[in-house]
């Protein structure tokens, strides 16, 4: 089993940055994605970018060359570096977990693993 903590969500302005944190705890030899969804109110969950375990990824279109996804191996977390961040950027970030590999990941209704999702705000 495998549990997931989201952290580092938060308010700021447009242009601003933040980096996202996804502690993965216990074991899941079956996991070989792991990635990011977000969520804004209204709207349907979004797959934002996503890390398979031979080193692919994948973006969603609206995030290339902003965001930049990377996994410390060692400590087994999962981070989402966000740059220039803009308004339509505001939503709920939840990390996820699932065997699949990275071109399949945003496809998922519902990856194996799931985290508790952490707000991220941006004001213009």
């Known amino acids: 089993q495998l549990q997931l903590t989201e952290s580092g969500g938060g308010s700021v302005q447009a242009g601003g940055s933040l980096r996202l944190s996804c502690v993965a705890s216990?074991?899941?030899?079956?996991?070989?994605?792991m990635g990011w969804f977000r969520q804004a109110p209204g709207k349907l969950r979004e797959g934002v970018a996503v890390?398979?375990?031979?080193?692919?990824?994948n973006y969603a279109d609206s995030v290339k060359g902003r965001f930049t996804i990377s996994k410390d191996n060692v400590k087994n977390i999962l981070y989402l570096q966000m740059n220039n961040l803009q308004p339509e950027d505001t939503a709920t970030y939840y990390c996820?977990?699932?065997?699949?590999?990275?071109?399949?990941?945003?496809?998922?209704?519902?990856?194996?693993?799931w985290g508790q999702g952490t707000q991220v705000t941006v004001s213009s």
């Open positions: 996820a977990g699932d065997p699949v590999g990275a071109s399949a990941f945003f496809k998922l209704r519902r990856p194996n693993y």
């Open positions: 890390l398979d375990n031979d080193g692919n990824t």
């Open positions: 216990g074991y899941s030899a079956s996991t070989n994605s």
